[in-house]
């Protein structure tokens, strides 16, 4: 039997199996396109396309008149929310341009939780970095101030690391999407998914290089690769893939799928998170939405997508100018633009972002909103459901505060050249709050967060040393102690003590390690003088320091001995901040707040945090401490800020621990508050007091951003008194006592009594004898001031002095 007729023997007996077999075959490949195509159909309907990553913005930034914003902060605020500068007058959202100094700026539009920014074109008027006024651009009317857009810190992603920012293909310039189809895709409105001759031509490359890699893929097909496929380049992939882009192009429209491409194409990384999608590479790239895009700024966008990582203009712009000439080129051959538009874009410099994007902004402040995320929603919904949370965050303050502390602990490690010889490099914190709301503004944990993610503004444990002392103050101030109280002019001896504590002795020094002798409680706090504060806490009771801290916001344990009225505990400098917010709000404390609302990504509003407040502590007693601690700009241990150029009435505390290991330093007025930290992690000395660490890097944050903030003054209680008292006695001055200064006192702690030291023997001091009490009705300029007056003597009837005498005993109501 020939071979033939054995082969046709062989299909006639199994005739059978065979069409069995051909019909489940078939049956099989019909299953399998039927199966393939519900994947493809549920997935490209589905209404959340893509695990989208939640979001994490900024607070809104106002501009209203008397605020100072000097150009070089307000610029890359407004380039990183997506505003960029334009030559002519702005026409479009997102445009701005300064002229003669003033600011034109189309503001965007945004949904914010509580308030829906429009579209709007504005005109802000400059006077030096002051903002004058705020008027609407098309009629001149005036506004009482505006409000830019949250800028976007982070976002949280999914294993995948992917960010992306859906914009549907309305809001795409035809520019971008003829540049993308001339360059990867030119006959994609005339094939119905897959290209022969593309797949033909790469097929002979194969063959030829015996590679089976290349692929000659549509639009359609990179779609398909990206959204349902693996990265292999295998045929029996190129098979599926074409398979699924002729199964897709028949059930969607040419549009339906261009948008796809366009939210899904690759474009390359921002540090370890990909860029995916047009308007998301927009924003990195460009610093502006995808619909604000020049023609070259699209050229360079589509000519990125064959190698978005070599091609990247911010990295390699020698290469990605030449390759965007290229598809320029392509586009006048199609006939997409004209020959002066190739010509003028052709001889455009190549044009990216002043100010790039990082993936993660305030890493330090975003790893506190985490925490507190976490504690409400679970991981899975922060990474794929896209909500929206607006936090505290003011990125022009944060900014400021990163680059204040890398420039300061770069400047002290080149001032004193034996901090580099510690086994750890010197580290250091910064935080700004608002007393008034509790809002967390900036924070800065460390220098580096890329080398250690240690956040040691909420971590750190350290002692506050110094910065304690207000507390024991405030104590001893308390008006409930009636006469007992200390008042800013009580006398304390600042002189050798031993205290016994069991079998101890604890003799404490002055940092200095001099005696003063006998100083007011002004002077020993604003120069922190060690031994009248722990005098003062013993005189206070220690239980009682204790118990008065931990009211105020000391949450730390705090252990009974009299070295704590040293500061010789740990807290943590976010807890610091806050107890001293407490000083700054007059005695009402409010509870840090770094989140304000949470949203869906369609906007609805999941959760909205308000402001917690409490009184912790009397207005009047808070007041006088804050007088107080103005001394230490003007003559105390930070008198280094006002040669600094800082100028405004803050209240501000030092704080220097043991062996120098840590350095503090606080300063605040009733609209904000700063502290800074320096010190080792491994609890090395810095041998630098808080004045010389942290007061020189405190500054160079607050002369950038204290303009931001309204320049307000403390309201005085009704129950704080002026008085007229002899600095050394502390008691009521009387027309004998060579000097007198005018103090403050909390109402039912002010002296009574007349000073001792000087018995009216003798002629009234020159003061006394020729000033009407009229004349002395504002002097001196603020208590606390020591009166030098000393004019040409006159004598004068004695009861003029008899008058000012009664006048201080009874006072003024002042």
């Known amino acids: 039997m020939s071979k033939r007729s054995r082969i046709k023997d062989f299909l006639w007996r199994h005739s059978a199996g065979i069409a069995f077999l051909t019909m489940a075959a078939f049956v099989a490949l019909i299953g399998y396109v039927g199966y393939t195509y519900a994947v493809i159909t549920r997935k490209f309907e589905s209404s959340r396309r893509w695990d989208l990553p939640s979001r994490i913005y900024s607070d809104a930034t106002p501009i209203v008149p008397g605020m ?3 150009r070089a902060l307000l610029e890359p605020k407004l380039n990183h929310v997506g505003y960029h500068e334009t030559r ?11 002229v003669s100094g003033n600011l034109e700026i189309y503001l965007q539009n945004f949904e914010y939780p509580d308030i829906e920014f429009r ?27 505006i409000r830019v857009e949250p800028e976007l810190i982070t976002s949280i992603y999914n294993n995948e690391m992917e960010d992306r920012l859906p914009v549907s293909l309305t809001s795409v310039p035809k520019s971008v999407v003829d540049a993308i189809i001339a360059t990867e895709d ?35 097909q990179q779609l398909v690769k990206n959204l349902f496929l693996n990265p292999e380049r295998t045929w029996r992939r190129k098979a599926t893939e074409a398979l699924m882009a002729l ?21 390359g990384q921002n540090g370890a998170v990909q860029i995916v999608g047009v308007e998301q590479a927009s924003q990195v790239y460009f610093g502006k939405h995808v619909n604000y895009l020049t023609l070259p700024e699209a050229a360079t966008l589509a000519g990125m997508i064959r190698s978005p990582n070599v091609l990247s203009p911010l990295k390699y712009p020698e290469r990605a100018k030449p390759r965007r000439d290229l598809v320029l080129k392509l586009m006048l051959d199609q006939q997409k633009i004209t020959q002066p538009e190739y010509d003028a874009a052709v001889a455009s410099p190549l044009t990216t972002s002043r100010f790039p994007k990082t993936s993660r902004s305030a890493p330090f402040f975003v790893d506190l909103v985490l925490k507190q995320l976490r504690e409400t929603y679970p991981e899975t919904q922060l990474k794929t459901e896209g909500l ?29 050249p034996y901090l580099k010889k510690s086994p750890t490099p010197l580290e250091g914190v910064i935080l700004t709050i608002q007393p008034g709301t509790g809002y967390v503004k900036a924070l800065v944990g460390g220098r580096n967060y890329s080398k250690t993610q240690f956040n040691r503004a909420i971590q750190a444990r350290r002692q506050p040393g110094s910065l304690f002392k207000p507390f024991v103050y405030v104590t001893a101030m308390d008006p409930d102690r009636g006469r007992q109280a200390l008042t800013a002019a009580t006398v304390l001896d600042d002189s050798p003590i031993s205290v016994r504590t069991g079998n101890a002795v604890w003799q404490p020094q002055n940092y200095d390690l001099r ?27 220690v239980p009682n320091v204790i118990k008065e801290a931990s009211t105020i916001g000391i949450q730390s344990r705090l252990e009974p001995y009299p070295s704590v009225s040293l ?68 003559y105390g241990t930070a008198v280094k800020a006002r040669s600094l150029g800082f100028e405004r009435p803050f209240a501000g505390k030092t704080g220097t621990t043991s062996n120098y290991r840590d350095a503090w330093f606080i300063g605040y007025s009733p609209r904000i508050l700063s502290l800074v930290w320096v010190g080792f992690d491994d609890a090395h000395s810095v041998r630098l007091a808080g004045g010389d660490a942290c007061v020189p890097i405190w500054t160079a944050h607050m002369n950038r951003i204290s303009g931001l903030v309204p320049d307000v003054e403390w309201k005085r209680p009704d129950d704080v008194l002026t008085r007229s008292v002899d600095p050394e006695s502390g008691m009521l001055a009387t027309p004998w006592c060579p000097q007198e200064k005018r103090e403050i006192f909390v109402a039912g702690t002010e002296p009574t009594s007349l000073c001792p030291l000087h018995s009216g023997s003798g002629e009234p001091s020159p003061f006394w004898r020729d000033n009407e009490p009229s004349d002395l009705e504002g002097a001196p300029a603020r208590p606390g001031e020591i009166d030098q007056k000393r004019p040409e003597q006159q004598k004068k009837d004695r009861e003029r002095g008899i008058r000012r005498l009664l006048r201080a005993i009874f006072g003024d109501g002042h």
């Not at 002519?88 to 300064?98: I, K, L, Q």
């Not at 199964?247 to 474009?267: D, M």
């Not at 003063?516 to 806490?537: D, K, M, Q, W």
């Open 68 to 70: 100072n914003y000097p």
């Open 88 to 98: 002519m007058r702005v026409a479009n959202p997102g445009e701005y341009r300064f």
């Open 119 to 145: 579209a709007l074109p504005v005109l802000i008027d400059f006077e030096g970095p002051s903002v004058r006024s705020v008027k609407r651009l098309d009629d001149g009317i005036s506004l009482r101030g």
């Open 186 to 220: 030119k006959n994609f409105y005339h094939h119905e998914g897959i290209s022969i001759r593309g797949t033909i031509g790469a097929l002979i490359t194969d063959l030829r290089s015996k590679s089976w890699t290349h692929g000659g893929s549509t639009l359609t």
């Open 247 to 267: 199964l897709l192009e028949a059930r969607f429209n040419k549009n339906e799928i261009l948008q796809n491409y366009l939210n899904e194409i690759y474009l």
């Open 388 to 416: 929206r949370v607006f936090t505290t965050l003011d990125t022009i303050m944060q900014r400021s505060a990163e680059q204040a502390l890398d420039a300061g602990i770069a400047d002290l490690n080149r001032r004193y």
């Open 515 to 541: 005696f003063h002798g006998r100083v007011t409680v002004r002077e020993a706090l604003a120069h922190s003088y060690n031994i009248p504060a722990v005098r003062a806490a013993i005189d206070a009771g």
């Open 567 to 634: 500061g010789s505990f740990e807290v943590t400098p976010l807890e610091i901040a806050y107890a001293y917010s407490a000083f700054a709000n007059l005695g009402v404390k409010a509870e840090p707040i770094s989140i304000l609302a949470v949203s869906t990504r369609e906007g609805k509003l999941l959760e909205s945090r308000e402001v917690k407040m409490k009184r912790v502590a009397p207005a009047s007693v808070c007041y006088v401490m804050n007088d107080i601690l103005k001394d230490v700009f003007d």
